[in-house]
């Protein structure tokens, strides 16, 4: 239910006065100007028929290269302190590349909003994937010469970096069942495409803090992975599932080392590459969209979230019952954000440094989307929940600014405050865009 977030019955919770405000996007699913980089594994591989459900391509998208004025425009009215975008690796290897983030960066300063670049959200040169991608130890070293070049360019503007964007679901569904780009359906053996990004990060981490920056974290995506059933073979699929999609990928960062019995199935000096990755962070960030429900395998392929998760997996994914969905058919569970805040606390304790929420949001139809906005209403609570429970967060990003090329799944999906017209490349700012301007004018 839609609140008056200038105090109405039931306002908003006012946050810390310091709490940071923002709102994200990715260079692949808005920038388009695809003639201005050099190809990316989404180009190849929405370029083979079947790929993208609806057969469309990101080369034009939201047009954000050229309308970038218009953007940041739409940002300051929102009244965020803050913008979460990343920078796109194949554009930046092409002549005169970093001089388009050069021209945002000043944009974003002019009006305000402190920029945020993810130095990697899925769209890896071409180039650099028939040399082998992140199957590779190489890869992770020239990421690292690529931060220090990005770095160099803008770390007199930009203070707060992060490093990569769900290396969990890059290795899963672009490796591992070939879902998504480069489209490798390797199982198991896709692991080291998991090594080798935790260790991008690690040595990005040390360029980065070569290159005088501060204030560093990554965006990983987490969510409470609940038991089908108290059946022995359900917690025992759940307890594995939550190891690959959240151990993996904060055990080492934070604890320095490997959930049990994953740590020999890693590639070189898995000890040595260890220390490297577990490089001191500012910060955490987390990715939250919905708790999952899993049970044993059941003998046959799902279809979850739009993806199709095969028979031979050791687990299988369940409907989570006795929620709304949202139109991707993901479960809208706000409660999820507060379980899932807090075991990370009781889990990592003292380890754990700040938390910013950097993705939460839904995919709906409509410009006034009020479904979103009681998403958005739900998770803000929830999330104040968490700091009244003692979770140290420091800052929530909404995704996403603009509706967008939305991976596999083409156009087809909407999550942004502002509607794009993909034809005429128009936005309309949506109901849940004047409200949260609305709740952000209420803060402190």
Not at 171 to 188: D, I, R, S, Y
Not at 209 to 230: C, E, K, L
Not at 355 to 371: A, F, H, L, R
Not at 425 to 439: F, I, M, N, Q
């Amino acid at each position: 239910m839609a609140t008056d977030a200038h105090g109405g019955a039931n306002p908003i919770p006012q946050f810390p006065a310091d709490f940071l405000w923002g709102v994200s996007t990715s260079a692949h699913q808005i920038e388009g100007a695809a003639d201005k980089r050099e190809p990316s594994v989404w180009d190849a591989f929405a370029a083979e028929p079947g790929r993208v459900k609806d057969n469309t391509t990101a080369a034009v998208a939201c047009d954000h290269y050229h309308r970038y004025p218009e953007d940041v425009a739409l940002l300051r009215d929102l009244g965020v302190g803050a913008y979460r975008f990343s920078i796109s690796w194949p554009r930046v290897q092409s002549p005169g590349g970093l001089d388009f983030y050069d021209r945002l960066v000043d944009e974003l300063a002019a009006a305000g909003v402190q920029p945020v670049p993810t130095l990697f959200h899925w769209d890896l040169p071409l180039s650099v994937e028939t040399e082998g991608g992140w199957l590779r130890r190489e890869t992770a070293e020239r990421f690292a010469e690529y931060a220090a070049l990005v770095a160099e360019r803008l770390g007199d503007r930009v203070s707060k970096w992060i490093t990569l964007n769900e290396p969990a679901e890059h290795t899963l569904l672009g490796h591992a069942l070939g879902t998504h780009a480069p489209g490798k359906q390797l199982m198991f053996d896709a692991l080291p495409v998991a090594h080798h990004q935790l260790l991008a990060h690690g040595l990005a981490v040390r360029a980065l803090r070569a290159a005088g920056v501060t204030d560093i974290g990554i965006a990983n995506s987490h969510g409470p992975t609940w038991p089908a059933s108290d059946e022995a073979a359900d917690a025992e699929a759940a307890g594995f599932y939550d190891v690959l999609l959240n151990q993996l990928f904060a055990d080492p960062l934070l604890l320095g080392q490997y959930p049990e019995g994953l740590a020999e199935l890693m590639p070189g000096d898995v000890d040595a590459d260890l220390k490297v990755i577990a490089e001191p962070l500012d910060w955490y960030g987390i990715n939250y969209y919905a708790p999952t429900r899993v049970g044993a395998p059941q003998g046959a392929d799902i279809e979850f979230g739009g993806f199709t998760l095969p028979a031979e997996l050791p687990f299988s994914v369940r409907e989570t019952e006795g929620y709304p969905v949202t139109d991707f058919g993901w479960p809208v569970v706000p409660e999820g954000l507060t379980e899932l805040l807090t075991s990370f606390r009781d889990r990592y304790g003292d380890r754990l440094p700040p938390i910013v929420i950097t993705e939460n949001g839904c995919s709906y139809e409509g410009i006034d989307d009020q479904q979103r906005i009681a998403f958005l209403d739900g998770h803000l609570r929830a999330l104040h929940r968490a700091l009244e429970a003692g979770v140290d967060v420091r800052g929530y990003f909404v995704w996403s600014l603009l509706d967008n090329f939305e991976w596999a799944e083409g156009y087809a999906r909407r999550f942004g405050l502002v509607h794009v017209d993909y034809d005429t490349l128009e936005r309309t700012p949506k109901a849940s865009y004047g409200w949260l301007r609305d709740v952000l004018r209420a803060q402190p």
